[in-house]
C-alpha cells in the first residue's frame, strides 16, 4: 500500500491530538483513512507510528 503523512506539527497548546494519515487500501480499490492520539505539553513534539499490513498493488500512476 501507498502511505502519505504530513510532516512533525510543534503543540501550541497542551493536550490530545489526533493524528490521520490517508492511504490506499488495494482490497477496497480506495483511499482509507486511519487515526491515531497522542497527548501532548506545552512545544513538545509528538510522533505517532502508524504500520500497513497491505496486500496488493495501488492503481497505476
Do not use: H, M
Amino acid at each position: 500500500g501507498r502511505c502519505r503523512a504530513g510532516p512533525d506539527k510543534q503543540a501550541i497548546q497542551p493536550g490530545e491530538y489526533t493524528v490521520t494519515v490517508t492511504f490506499f487500501n488495494p482490497v477496497s480499490e480506495d483511499w482509507d483513512i486511519a487515526s491515531q492520539t497522542t497527548s501532548v505539553g506545552i512545544g513538545a513534539t509528538a510522533g505517532v507510528t502508524f504500520e500497513f499490513d497491505l496486500e496488493g498493488e495501488g492503481p497505476p500512476v
